[in-house]
């Protein structure tokens, strides 16, 4: 089968080559996908590019979201068949709960192979049925961004409607937010770099949109815009720009889920920040296969259609990666491979 393969962690673009690699078999309660799409994370990009801090494994098959069919069980499988539309979990050993000490161990597309081939093994319990009414190439998208903001949402955040969220930019993670605070009768307030895309998300249900580059103080900005009230949550998605800010922009008691460092990993942050506002703090990690059970039924009962950017072909995968690198993308990148 044909895969893409980095030699190592920070190799660069130009190091990613096709190679061919013998059909995988699965072993006790694993199954063999036939991939069908993949999309791409701003971790890929890191990954390839370097400064991506956890490890990642030489001669890599990158990316950790892909989805197709499966096309045969191992011994033991019983939650899925051939024939089943699924999508690969982040962590191919997170079923539910809280993450044991070794789960980073199991990050597709880092620690361990991840799903940009024809064919991949991954664990039963490191899978999920798609939605019926999702493509692919849309259940392609799921698996790190869109767990990722549900999981801050409503495990950390327990959001209910008629409480606000602030989404930083209009990548993976800040869009899904928004189409979850849609489905659930939350008011989001998104910031972007570009005028034109705060117009989509304004389209997509946004309450709110701020240009953070014309609005520096865009956190006084989403005050303003939550009727004079601080923000009951934040996905803290920039890093070093943003972390200061996102605290700035919370009402007392609020929530911030740490989650990215798209300006750079921060390196400081005033503990009074924290104090004054009483704020409840947390990492989020993606989420388990559970919580990624709970966000499909949610994404099925709401008919949620992932908002997809840009679909590039097997061939073309340097190409998506230069695309999410450029930061010009709304929502999802994905590359098709079957
Ligand atoms: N902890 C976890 O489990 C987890 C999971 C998923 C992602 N992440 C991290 O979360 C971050 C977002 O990931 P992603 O895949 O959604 O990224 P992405 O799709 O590549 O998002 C890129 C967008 O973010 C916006 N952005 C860039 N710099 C910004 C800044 N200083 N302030 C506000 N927005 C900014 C830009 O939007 P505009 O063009 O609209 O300005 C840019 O287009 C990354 O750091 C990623 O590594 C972490």
Redesign the pocket.
Known sequence: MRVYQLPKGGAGIDALAIVERPMPKPLYRQVLVKVAACSL???D??IVHGGYRMPVRENLIPLSDGAGEVVETGPGVSRVKAGDKVAGCFFQRWPAGEPGPLVHASALGGSIDGVLAEYAVLEEDGVVKLPQHLSLDEGATLP??AV?AWHAMFHHAKLIAGQTVLL???????IFGLQFARAMGINAII????DE?LQHAKMLGAAAGIN?KTTPDWEKAAIEANGGRGVDHVLE???K??LTKSFGAIRVNGKVS??????GGARELNPGLIFSKRANVQ????GSMETFEQMNAAIAANKIKPVIDRVFGFDEVKAALQH?GA????G?IVVKVG
């Open positions: 994370n701003f971790r990009y890191g790190c961004a990722t930083q930019g209009t990548g993976g993670v800040s910031t972007s770099s570009s895309k953070y998605v920039g890093g720009d943003t740490i989650i990215g460092g798209l300006s990492g989020i990690s993606v999410i930061g010009a993308h709304f999802k």
